[in-house]
């Protein structure tokens, strides 16, 4: 199955950016964005790249995750554990919500513009050698991961923490051979790219597992989960899985997250604490410090420091994820953009919040299912807003709007061309459905509409 090179391209596409030490990387980005670029089964533009660098991949031990949702908030928890135990990071997520430079991140902070600008400096003359050996350009996605590899080495980091942008055996940042790997839960997700069926999506994302890597593996599908196991069985690789080596014992809800008692892979955590929401943050969590036991050889000597868990939980954060943006009424933006995702989105929402009453604004992109994630989401809300992002890849509002009123019925249903037409829309719906409070707003159906709606209220 054609899995591609990884990533998807920005979550907008408006007019171009400002002025500033980025505009000139940005411009030249903007023109490796073609959906054709990202169709190519093979490492070879980023292999000759890490290459003619000098091999930057190779410059500190990493984690490698992948799975169908999930990705961005275990890489962040993986992070901040890390950054606790006095380890140097580098961080390497897609896509973004408000700048390229959260992509690659130090520390857990975004790269400074000024630096990305001079790194891209560097870089640019060897991308133009890879794009005049090889047939084909190099993509977006494949830049930005030379550019993070190049970040981490120059940094220098201690563990590279790097998330794939899409499936794992294509994915541009499977040049690296990573001893810890992270599977989470796979799902029908980038059907047309991945495969039809959980098992050929297993085996794209499976690519990730190197001969004798300590695998992380969260609970699966039976069908994915054989596909994975195998896999491992194959390479040498070790396998720790949720519910047997490691899981979460425990969770309470409580005020801003939840506190959890996790089963490590050396020993038990009790009373973390987790700024995030809902059951599936909990099983990140347990992944997150299983990966983090792997890779500090926690599992064989024991249980790392508590103390140091918490506090690495406790400051982790991950925007666009069930992220409260305003209150009276309660604004809540999720980046749920599959039936999966959203079924989490739902079961967190009943989990950590008493609305009497909430209005979804949904805008999702054409290549997804839309119908599907409208019927998850159908019993959790009162009324929907459909509307339109600026992706050239949005799915038509009207053609949205004619599935929400099959799903949720007319009655149920309003439509607004533009985005923030809507928000004002679902705030006045919400303000009326509930005269005295406790009502909300939930903005979701694509990381592209959580990014404008971050915009639009002022949440960089």
């Known amino acids: 199955m054609t899995a591609g090179t990884g990533g998807d391209p920005p979550p907008t596409a408006g007019p171009p950016p400002a002025a500033g030490p980025l505009q000139p990387m940005l411009a030249e980005l903007a023109t490796r964005y073609p959906a054709e670029n990202a169709m190519v089964p093979d490492l070879d533009r980023i292999r000759l790249l890490c290459e003619l660098l000098g091999d930057p991949q190779k410059s500190c031990p990493a984690i490698h995750l992948t799975g169908t949702n999930g990705k961005s908030s275990t890489a962040r928890m993986i992070d901040a554990l890390l950054q606790g135990f006095g380890l140097r990071t580098g961080r390497y997520t897609s896509p973004h919500l408000d700048s390229v430079t959260e992509r690659i991140a130090l520390d857990g902070s975004p790269i400074d513009e000024q630096r990305l600008a001079e790194l891209w400096d560097e870089l640019a003359p060897f991308v133009a050698l890879v794009d005049a050996r090889l047939p084909q350009r190099m993509t977006f996605f494949e830049v930005l991961t030379g550019l993070a590899f190049v970040a981490f080495a120059d940094a220098p980091a201690d563990v590279a923490v790097l998330e794939v942008g899409l499936g794992g055996l294509w994915d541009a940042t499977n ?30 994302k499976a690519g990730i597992i190197a001969p004798g890597a300590t ?18 069985v194959e390479v040498g690789a070790t396998v720790a899985r949720e519910g047997l080596e490691f899981g979460v014992v425990d969770r309470v809800t409580a005020v801003g997250g939840q506190v959890l008692s996790l089963q490590g892979l050396g020993g038990r955590y009790d009373e973390v604490f987790l700024p995030l929401h809902g059951a599936h943050q909990a099983a990140n969590a347990a992944a997150a410090l299983a990966a983090v036991e792997a890779f500090l050889g926690g599992g064989d000597k024991g249980a790392l420091d508590v103390d140091l868990v918490r506090q690495g939980f406790a400051r982790v954060a991950s925007p666009g994820r069930l992220e409260v943006v305003r209150t009276s ?84 249903v309003s439509i607004d061309d533009a985005l923030d037409d809507a928000l004002s829309t679902a705030v006045a719906l919400a303000d009326a459905e509930s005269e005295y409070g406790g009502a909300g707003v939930l903005v979701t159906g694509s990381v592209v509409t959580v990014a404008e709606a971050r915009t639009l209220l002022h949440r960089p």
């Open 329 to 412: 009424p309660t604004v809540l933006l999720d980046a749920a953009h599959n039936p999966h995702g959203m079924s989490a989105t739902v079961a967190a929402l009943h989990d950590a919040f008493a609305f009497t009453s909430l209005v979804a604004v949904v805008a999702v992109l054409s290549d997804k299912d839309a119908r599907a994630m409208l019927e998850v989401l159908e019993p959790a809300v009162t009324r929907v807003v459909v509307t339109q992002n600026a992706s050239p890849r949005a799915l038509p509002v009207d053609d949205l709007a004619a599935l929400a009123e099959e799903v949720f019925g007319e009655d149920r």
């Open 215 to 232: 695998v992380v593996l969260a609970q699966q599908p039976p069908e994915a989960a054989e596909v994975l196991l195998r896999r491992c």
């Open 175 to 204: 040049v690296v051979d990573a001893g810890t790997a992270v599977v989470l839960p796979v799902g029908l997700d980038h059907v047309p790219l991945l495969g039809t069926t959980l098992a050929e999506i297993a085996t794209e």
